[in-house]
């Protein structure tokens, strides 16, 4: 049995968006399958709310980020802005001049130090294709499809995808999914190396759990220096990217972590990892 197998917490969020922890796994589920999960301001809220929970919470080490029903997430709820039924800014008074856009889902997710892996049990566009690149892993349902409909709709990707897609795919590909608005299937989606891992549908939940707990069973501190270095690395000289990850390494050589990695190699064991 898995050192990290315990029975989940309640989820404690209002509907539109659930949150428990089973051992050192965080899920946190968009949950408004009646409108495929398209984000509405209380939603909004609590999404980055629930980010911000699992980042902070020193049991966790790895996040999974999912939806309810057939989408994962179909984007932000147009139908209910149009009618001014909701308001997608944060904050009460908030403008397009002065919006917190640090305290919204995308830039906590990207700050995440601690694995994300999104569990795409649905498709993803707009808005909900921008959440899906802005994890670590994806997983994907082979029914799903992502859609990258933006100019379709007469905007942009306003949250992250105009930054991620170029990294992933490279400026011509990206400007061709971008300018053209396409849909891809699962497999397209794969072949181009926007997911991971490409899976029946039912079994998209237990693939990225499968993943979760291997990775939560490695030494914590390590993953997630990992991770920020990787994120540092997009954006640095090679040069001065290596001595910023031996200033992260020297920390690491101090930890009860690392002694334990090395005792357990010797004795031919699987180490067992506090996070310390």
């Given at each position: 049995?898995?050192?990290?197998?315990?029975?989940?917490?309640?989820?404690?969020?209002?509907?539109?968006?659930?949150?428990?922890?089973?051992?050192?796994?965080?899920?946190?589920?968009?949950?408004?399958?009646?409108?495929?999960?398209?984000?509405?301001?209380?939603?909004?809220?609590?999404?980055?709310?629930?980010?911000?929970?699992?980042?902070?919470?020193?049991?966790?080490?790895?996040?999974?980020?999912?939806?309810?029903?057939?989408?994962?997430?179909?984007?932000?709820?147009?139908?209910?802005?149009?009618?001014?039924?909701?308001?997608?800014?944060?904050?009460?008074?908030?403008?397009?001049?002065?919006?917190?856009?640090?305290?919204?889902?995308?830039?906590?997710?990207?700050?995440?130090?601690?694995?994300?892996?999104?569990?795409?049990?649905?498709?993803?566009?707009?808005?909900?294709?921008?959440?899906?690149?802005?994890?670590?892993?994806?997983?994907?349902?082979?029914?799903?499809?992502?859609?990258?409909?933006?100019?379709?709709?007469?905007?942009?990707?306003?949250?992250?995808?105009?930054?991620?897609?170029?990294?992933?795919?490279?400026?011509?590909?990206?400007?061709?999914?971008?300018?053209?608005?396409?849909?891809?299937?699962?497999?397209?989606?794969?072949?181009?190396?926007?997911?991971?891992?490409v899976v029946a549908d039912a079994d998209v939940m237990g693939e990225a759990r499968d993943l979760?707990?291997?990775?939560?069973?490695?030494?914590?501190?390590?993953?997630?220096?990992?991770?920020?270095?990787?994120?540092?690395?997009?954006?640095?000289?090679?040069?001065?990217?290596?001595?910023?990850?031996?200033?992260?390494?020297?920390?690491?050589?101090?930890?009860?972590?690392?002694?334990?990695?090395?005792?357990?190699?010797?004795?031919?064991?699987?180490?067992?990892?506090?996070?310390?």
């Amino acid at each position: 049995m898995s050192q990290f197998a315990a029975q989940p917490t309640p989820a404690v969020m209002p509907d539109e968006l659930l949150y428990g922890v089973d051992g050192a796994i965080a899920t946190v589920t968009l949950n408004a399958p009646q409108r495929m999960n398209t984000i509405s301001g209380p939603m909004l809220k609590q999404l980055t709310e629930a980010l911000v929970r699992a980042s902070e919470d020193p049991v966790v080490r790895v996040v999974i980020l999912t939806g309810t029903g057939r989408a994962f997430c179909a984007g932000l709820n147009l139908e209910a802005q149009s009618k001014g039924k909701d308001n997608l800014s944060v904050g009460s008074g908030a403008t397009p001049t002065n919006i917190d856009l640090r305290n919204t889902p995308p830039p906590v997710l990207h700050a995440m130090d601690k694995p994300v892996i999104a569990a795409l049990n649905g498709s993803a566009a707009g808005y909900g294709l921008d959440l899906a690149l802005g994890a670590d892993i994806r997983v994907m349902g082979q029914s799903a499809k992502l859609a990258a409909s933006y100019a379709k709709r007469g905007v942009l990707p306003e949250s992250g995808g105009t930054w991620y897609l170029p990294r992933m795919l490279g400026w011509a590909k990206a400007a061709e999914l971008i300018f053209t608005g396409r849909t891809l299937s699962a497999d397209q989606s794969l072949e181009i190396g926007l997911v991971n891992k490409v899976v029946a549908d039912a079994d998209v939940m237990g693939e990225a759990r499968d993943l979760a707990l291997e990775i939560a069973a490695n030494a914590p501190l390590a993953v997630q220096a990992a991770k920020r270095m990787m994120r540092m690395g997009w954006n640095e000289p090679f040069n001065e990217h290596v001595h910023h990850v031996f200033l992260q390494l020297l920390p690491l050589m101090q930890t009860e972590d690392m002694k334990e990695g090395i005792k357990a190699f010797l004795e031919k064991r699987e180490p067992v990892f506090k996070g310390r």
